[in-house]
């Protein structure tokens, strides 16, 4: 009786009960991963939960942990090993139906498997394959695993390959299984059935912030020639202000040196604690009672002004970089200083 009541609850039902199940501090945790949209929803749902049948409870946490189990198996083999493994706990037909919720409301992430596999497998397999498609399997796989590939691909292909990242938009389903069905001869492949949005700006800022800083030199002064303006809004994007706290006592200190105050005060005006203690700590203590002293009577200022002042002491930090006076922190070996 208990699994045909629980059967014909709704999913925000089963989600209600779950969560008082699961208890306050737990379910605290799970609305921090949820939309505002989601929370009133469910909040509302869970406020009608009256009472909670023992066996029904019993039933949605045993469905859940199922879910979870699938889900981990995905991740770690994709759907074709969930559905073995399942097959051998479960039966066929339980298996089936858990595997089948998982795939229309959970989406797998394209290209899963090659996000567990050896860069440098990887490489063997795609490094003759046409630039495009090269660029489609980099925007998927981890920015460091990316970055790591991209620095062993030939020095020709590099800024091609990083610009069709950055211009990828919405890519098909139909390209990205085909993509997935080459690569399934040595890796396991899963399958998505949506448009995935992928590429741009960011990833490919992220891919080059995981490279060598040989390869992305190379990399940009190639995307200056072919595309001055994206190569422009990449360096704009590959060191912020706030990224100041990953520099070392020496570097901040020359940063301060060649920055106009009203510049850092402004950057500094609107930084976060973090930012502001480890600038202070490479000033005199007279030049920071100066300085917390200038900001508070600033008042107010126009977030234009202060966007400003930030990408003008970034333009300095990439300028010392560039002449090899400080060191940014990246992917590769050539940072390692001895």
Do not use: W
């Not at 008082?20 to 505002?36: F, M, Q, R």
């Amino acid at each position: 009786m208990a699994r045909k009541e629980q059967k014909e609850l709704t999913g925000k039902q089963k989600a209600a009960i779950l969560l008082i199940s699961l208890g306050p501090d737990v379910s605290a945790t799970v609305y921090k991963h949820l939309s505002e949209e989601e929370i009133e929803k469910l909040t509302l749902e869970i406020s009608g939960v009256k009472k909670v049948d023992s066996l029904a409870k019993e039933e949605i946490l045993e469905e859940f942990h199922n879910i979870a189990l699938a889900q981990d198996y995905i991740t770690q083999g994709g759907i074709g090993y969930a559905k073995t493994v399942l097959e051998k706990a479960l039966g066929t037909d339980q298996a089936a139906v858990i595997i089948n919720r998982l795939t229309s409301s959970l989406q797998v992430r394209p290209f899963d498997f090659a996000r567990k596999a050896d860069a440098g497998q990887i490489l063997n397999f795609i490094q003759n394959e046409h630039p495009q498609t090269i660029a489609l399997i980099l925007s998927y796989l981890d920015s460091a695993q990316a970055g790591q590939i991209l620095s062993e691909l030939p020095q020709e292909v590099q800024a091609d390959i990083a610009r069709r990242i950055a211009v990828m938009d919405s890519t098909s389903p139909e390209i990205i299984n085909e993509v997935e069905q080459i690569l399934e001869r040595k890796l396991s492949a899963t399958v998505t059935q949506d448009y995935t949005q992928t590429g741009g700006i960011e990833a490919v800022v992220d891919v080059l912030n995981g490279v060598d800083r040989a390869t992305e030199r190379t990399i940009l002064d190639a995307l200056e020639i072919q595309d001055p303006e994206l190569a422009e809004e990449i360096k704009k994007r590959m060191f912020v202000f706030e990224d100041i706290v990953t520099l070392d006592n020496r570097a901040i200190q020359r940063v301060i040196r060649d920055c106009e105050n009203e510049d850092l005060m402004l950057a500094l005006k609107v930084s976060s604690d973090e930012v502001k203690e480890i600038v202070f700590k490479n000033m005199s203590k007279r030049m920071v009672e100066t300085f917390q002293d200038e900001m508070e009577f600033m008042g107010p200022v126009r977030l234009r002004d202060v966007e400003e002042a930030q990408s003008r002491i970034v333009a300095i930090i990439r300028r010392l970089e560039e002449a090899g006076e400080i060191v940014i922190a990246r992917g590769g070996g050539d940072d390692i200083i001895v």
